[in-house]
């Protein structure tokens, strides 16, 4: 299958699903750029960019950010040079005013059709997963202290930077998301399936396994 014609990928999923881990995979088997607006809001937030200090409140509480505020930084993001052989966005769109957004901002820069993956995990398992959750906050890694444990303990094995428990993974705030993606995340799987660009992938199971479902729908393999 030719690796080299323009992806422009979507990974769909609730909060644990795996999005960012299949992504980073992703990046790295087609060489683009994996775009997590959760990552561009943690930045914005440390920097205590004005676009930070607004995101701060919404995100420790486990809300969505309001959309004006993410699709402006997406827009941007897209038309960046290295996105031009493709990109995987990786909690993005998440309202349907988001995916209205991009499929306008697409047409308008002629790019290739989307590709939705939406990664199905239960519940329970999403909950699980997100209570053993260790992220870089330099390069985004996602580990897990039972499932998927760093080399060395609490070290990123790209950056070996040290690996902290993200302040929206306390219960409360994990069960706000898991309420924000029923109310108004999900409502996409039924919009990219009206348009033919839905490929529903089993979450659950080793993250090789998961990604080579992935690349078996997108037919990359
Ligand atoms: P964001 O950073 O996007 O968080 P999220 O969607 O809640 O997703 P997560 O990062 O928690 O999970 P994931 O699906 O990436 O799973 P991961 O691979 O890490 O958003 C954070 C916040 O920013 C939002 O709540 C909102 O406030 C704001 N925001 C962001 N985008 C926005 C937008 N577009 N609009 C408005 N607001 C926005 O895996 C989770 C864990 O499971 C890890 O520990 C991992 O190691 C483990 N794991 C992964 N795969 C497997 C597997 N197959 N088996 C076992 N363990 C696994």
Redesign the pocket.
Known sequence: MNENKERNLI?L????????????KMATRLNIPQI???????QARRDQTPLGKS?DG??????????E???GL?EERLQKPDAGPGFIL??????LE?ARALDTLLKKLGRAPLQVVD?Q?PEA??V???S????CPKD?A???????PPKTPGHCDRCQGALTE?A??KPD??K??LV??RNK?APLIDYYHQQRLLHPVD?????E??FSRITQALQLS
Do not use: C, N
């Open positions: 990974l999923g609730a909060a644990g699903a795996g999005k960012g881990t299949q992504s980073q997590s607006t959760g990552d561009m809001l943690r995101a919404y995100m420790t509480r486990g809300e969505l950010v309001p959309d505020l993410v699709i997406v990786d909690g993005f769109p998440r309202t988001q990664v995990v398992l999403l699980e997963r997100l053993g959750r260790l992220s985004g996602s580990y897990h202290l039972k499932f998927a993200r929206d993974d705030a994990v706000q998301r924000e993606y995340t979450g659950v199971g080793e993250v396994a998961v």
